[in-house]
């Protein structure tokens, strides 16, 4: 997708991560960034009184990330100096745009961010982790003009081919190691063991940004948007239904159906959304009556995952599905046999499903292995590649069995075939915040 990108705050709210154009550093240090971490105690603190969940698609609570990397970091009840902190942006899933825009327009605050968490648990070492070459170049630019006298650890930029696992968190700290950008086995899981094997904190770039938001603004702020349980702002990549792909801050809580006016879709037209990405999977028209927060997406049996949602009007979920599960057929790591052969036969019967080719039996291999195969990858590419096999035979079970008859209109005047389903290319932006 190559339209332009719409860049706009939920109406009515003050944006914290959008802004009109790439950000300066004056700009920033003007609105209170870097300011001096006085009390490190105080800032986790105030990260738990905040209830920031990660922004990476885990939804995992930032302070419990905090404070375990800064006990494994500390023997003997002192400090130890060593561990390491990781700013996640390699942004894996085709369909979201969120790190790739923080990262070229306001790189300062995903520095500040990264230079707050290094200071809560101790770390003497951190690296700013990115596959987008001009987003690299931004962080490059915003290190080199880092003032002197700031309290912060040695910060290094590592480049990575992009690539889906390229983003999974052991993935990243193999690449700092200086091997290739492949999931490890766990565990260890970074937390104990990561780079040069120290604890390792690595956080999403939009958490770190919003990081930086907390410090300068505290924890009551931070709640004064959102929901008791899913606090704060969150950003969405919306694409599908036909629209220009979108950037959107917007509360947690929000009504979907809202959001659809907002991006000029009717709720009519809406057959239903794949979910956070590719990773959540499929979800049916019940996702026009719900909200936008953790809790109540988890309930339609998906997740908001990284917050990006691609909108199904006029595409098939049928063939959505295929296109996802041969998304990750060709993206997978090639080193666990059950993912290379899981994700290639899944794949397999969604697409003879969306040609009319599958079989009743091919649909119940197809349950049996959303089933029996997750947690058998080294990551969660299999996972993914499950969630979306279950989730399009339980949420569309009607329109699976006309695809069993070979009924499906949509698919045989010419079915979608997205090699990256809902990818944003694109980050000419019309911003609006």
Known sequence: ?????????????TPRLLRDGPESLEAYRTAGGYAPLAD???????????GLLGRGGAAFPMAVKLRTVRDNGRQGGEARAGSVVIANGEEGEPASIKDRWLLRNRPHAVLDGLRLAAGVVGADRAVVYVSDAH??????????ELPGDLDRPSIELVTVTPGYVA????????????GPAKPTDKPPRPFEEGVAGKPTLISNVETLAHLAYLHQHGAQSFRELGTESCPGTFLATITGAGRPPALYELPHGIPFADLLTLH???PDHVRGALMGGYFAGLVNRDIVGTTLDHGSV????SGLGCGAIGILTDDCPVAVAASVLAYFDRENAGQCGSCFNGTAAMAAVATGLRDGNATAEDLDRLKRWSVVLRGRGACATLDGAANVAASLLAQFPDLVQRHLENGCQTCRSGAFTAARPYEVESLEAVVAV
């Open 1 to 13: 997708m190559t339209a332009e990108l719409t860049v706009a705050a939920w109406p009515g709210i």
């Open 40 to 50: 490190p105690e105080h800032l986790l603190n105030e990260v738990q009184a905040s």
């Open 135 to 144: 987003a690299a170049e931004c962080v490059e630019r915003a290190l080199a």
């Open 167 to 178: 983003g999974e968190e052991s993935a990243a700290v193999h690449v700092v190691n200086g």
């Open 264 to 266: 000029g879709v009717s």
């Open 298 to 301: 988890r309930t339609l049996g």
